[in-house]
């Protein structure tokens, strides 16, 4: 099982990024607790240098299997279903400039928030043409470059839009691109799956990313997710990709990501 991490490339509102701060020596630290990869929240590629990561990750021997986007709406509110054309064409320029950095680390673009809410006075059908319209766009482009986008389905209390993994599956048809799969986070499917392995199965072969956290959004063992039947359901679909960590800095970053570590490496 490859693990990872989430870091935040610059400082953000979004909790659970567990760890801030500076690049270099958290990924130092990341390395050093024994995980594979770091998993990026970058808002804007604009902001960072991807030769800079590139050698950082390197030289601390990790991967970057994945690249959160998610800060773009948290920090600038930009999204694929604003009513505002003008942000919407924002939104989508923004997730198209990650994909350089997407095809030279081969890491999952995630599209998170930035897909947006339903927001007031908007009908929720052309919210959901928007979004798809917005996913095919991006999708063609990435393609082009070999590089995959994964939607996370996300709790009730945070987006109106795509909050279990059969909401995912029903964008996935409608998408209808290759390159277009799922990332599924134990926390939200805690709070939306009826049944956790069933959705995971359901899913199968269209799952591109995994966050995990515990049901109160600690590191994993913190609270009562069974992660034994959660990860051995995810192995049995024939996944191949990444196990990446999100969870709340508690009681403090390091810790929670030495915890998080320990329990996942002993199942
Ligand atoms: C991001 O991966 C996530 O899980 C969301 O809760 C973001 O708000
Ligand atoms: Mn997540």
């Not at 800060?71 to 930009?78: H, K, M, N, P, V």
């Not at 279903?81 to 400039?97: C, F, G, H, K, Y």
């Not at 591109?208 to 679909?237: E, P, Q």
Request: proline letters at 4%.
């Amino acid at each position: 099982m490859k693990l990872s991490i989430v870091l935040s490339t610059q400082s953000a509102q979004f909790q659970p990024v567990t760890f801030k701060g500076d690049l270099e020596v958290n990924l130092k630290r990341i390395s050093a607790l024994g995980y594979d990869g770091v998993e990026l929240a970058i808002r804007d590629p604009k902001l960072v240098s991807l030769d800079d990561l590139e050698r950082l990750t390197r030289a601390c021997g990790l991967s970057i299997p994945a690249i959160g986007t998610g800060q773009a709406w948290g920090e600038e509110g930009l999204s694929f279903t604003d009513p505002d054309p003008q942000v919407r064409r924002l939104a989508i320029e923004r997730i198209n400039s990650h994909v350089p950095g997407g095809a030279r680390f081969e890491a999952v673009i995630i599209i998170g928030l930035v897909r947006g809410i339903v927001k007031p006075g908007v009908d929720p059908a052309q919210a959901m043409d928007w979004l798809v319209e917005a996913l095919r766009e991006c999708c063609l482009a990435a393609r082009l470059h070999g590089v995959r986008l994964a939607l996370e389905p996300i709790n009730r209390f945070e987006t109106t839009l795509i909050n279990n993994a059969s909401e995912g599956l029903e964008l996935i048809e409608r998408v209808g691109a290759e390159n277009f799969g799922l990332l599924l986070d134990t926390f939200h499917m805690n709070i939306e799956e009826p049944d956790i392995e069933a959705s995971i199965r359901a899913c199968g072969t269209h799952i591109f990313h995994f966050h995990v956290a515990d049901s109160n959004r600690w590191y994993a063992g913190a609270g009562h997710l069974d992660f034994k039947a959660i990860l051995t359901t995810l192995m049995g679909t024939g996944y191949s990709g990444w196990v990446s960590g999100e969870f709340l800095p508690k009681p403090d970053a390091l810790v929670a990501a030495e915890r998080n570590i320990t329990e996942l490496r002993k199942l």
